[in-house]
């Protein structure tokens, strides 16, 4: 159970497109999605957290703007990469918390590879 | 500001050795500490939780040990297999619940 699915697992696109990840919880629903970065050899970098029905909440250095995240309904977040730059490919992984579990464990997708030409 | 830091951050081991990884933070003010391994281009999959008031966790070959007032964390894994290399991670998480700080991991290689 607690599966994540993220969609697409790999992204190649030209500079300035604008690409859009999925993040759904299969078999529950979710009441926080969490976006995270990883860069090569890095650590994950939580980028923001998201809640049904709210506005996500960014952490310090991320632009808003450059990051849309839209969390429409209990079992799906997803993030726009806006305008994408060279500077912006990375690896991308969202993970989600099952209603009335206090945010523990997190449940991760696959990731995404994002790679801007 | 919460920093985990991971020791060695590469590891080649032979095929049955047991092992020791790991972790450590600076803030002691935390939820809970948590193992995760990745595979190379794949997401995380969850080893081990251990809460905050607890000391260790087991699961299998797999021991995990916590430490809050040093700020250490450890992951033993016995009898390691060829099936065991990726990336480990641990992750310390806030005291709300609401972020996980990871670490850069330590990348292991079992060889048959």
């Known amino acids: 159970g607690a599966v994540v699915s993220q969609h697409p697992s790999r992204v190649i696109c030209k500079s300035g497109t604008s690409v859009k990840i999925e993040c759904r919880s299969l078999?529950?629903?979710?009441?926080?999605m969490f976006w995270y970065r990883q860069f090569p050899k890095k650590s994950l970098m939580l980028m923001a957290t998201?809640?049904?029905?709210?506005?996500?909440?960014?952490e310090q250095g991320v632009e808003k703007d450059k990051f849309l995240i839209n969390h429409a309904s209990l079992t799906l977040s997803t993030l726009t990469v806006t305008s994408a730059h060279p500077e912006d490919s990375s690896f991308y992984i969202c993970?989600?918390?099952?209603?009335?579990?206090?945010?523990?464990?997190?449940?991760f997708g696959d990731g995404t590879r994002l790679s801007i030409l | 500001k919460q920093e985990v830091t991971q020791i060695p951050a590469a590891l080649s081991v032979p095929e049955g050795e047991n092992l020791v990884l790991n972790c450590s933070f600076t803030d002691s003010a935390i939820y809970n500490l948590q193992w995760f391994r990745q595979d190379p281009g794949k997401g995380l999959t969850s080893l081990l939780l251990?809460?905050?008031?607890?000391r260790e966790q087991t699961s299998g070959r797999l021991n995990a040990s916590l430490d809050k007032s040093s700020g250490r964390s450890t992951l033993y894994i016995a009898a390691s297999q060829p099936g065991d290399s990726a990336t480990y991670l641990c992750?310390?998480?806030?005291?709300?619940?609401?972020?996980?700080?990871f670490g850069k991991g330590t990348t292991l290689s079992v060889s048959s």
């Open positions: 078999d529950f629903q979710a009441t926080t």
């Open positions: 992750a310390a998480c806030n005291q709300a619940g609401t972020a996980l700080i």
């Open positions: 998201s809640n049904e029905g709210s506005k996500a909440t960014y």
């Open positions: 251990i809460q905050s008031s607890q």
């Open positions: 993970s989600a918390t099952e209603v009335g579990t206090n945010n523990q464990p997190q449940h």
